[in-house]
């Protein structure tokens, strides 16, 4: 038999499992597939600083079509803008730089994470969840994508 601290442990636990598993499930099992192909998984968005309203924001794009598409923008209903920047090192030194277009050969996966390929989201007064964003391609595609807290 199991004493009354070792079953709040056990509990705690299993709370915690449960935890793990939706927020797995969350980021991992329910992908946003799009037009020709396009699919986007792994939705994250930075929490805010206090004081400061721009956060960063990241997620992997897959292309299962059998051409080749260009990410030419991304917004939200939630932020002021929202820019793609690449992350690169030169001379020693991290740096960052806004770009405006994104080409993905069919088959191909490009990840937006810290340190790389990423999301500049300006003029958010607070985070909500899920936090809903719309990539807009060529030939007036458009994917809409959900991002989720990320935890400092």
Known sequence: MLSKSHLAKATA??????????????FFI????????LQVTEGQVRELIAGRDMTAGYFVLTNHGTESVTLTGVSSTLARSIEMHETTMRDGMMRMRPITTLTLKAGEQIKFEPGGLHLMIFGVPT???????????????????QLYTLNR
């Not at 636990?13 to 969350?26: E, Q, T």
């Not at 329910?30 to 192909?37: D, E, K, S």
């Not at 985070?127 to 994508?145: G, K, N, R, Y």
């Open 30 to 37: 329910t992908p946003t597939v799009g037009p020709q192909g």
């Open 13 to 26: 636990i299993g709370v915690a499992i449960a935890l793990l598993s939706f927020s797995v499930y969350r």
């Open 127 to 145: 985070i909500t969840e899920p936090f809903p964003i719309t990539l807009f391609f060529t030939d007036d595609q458009q994917v809409s994508a």
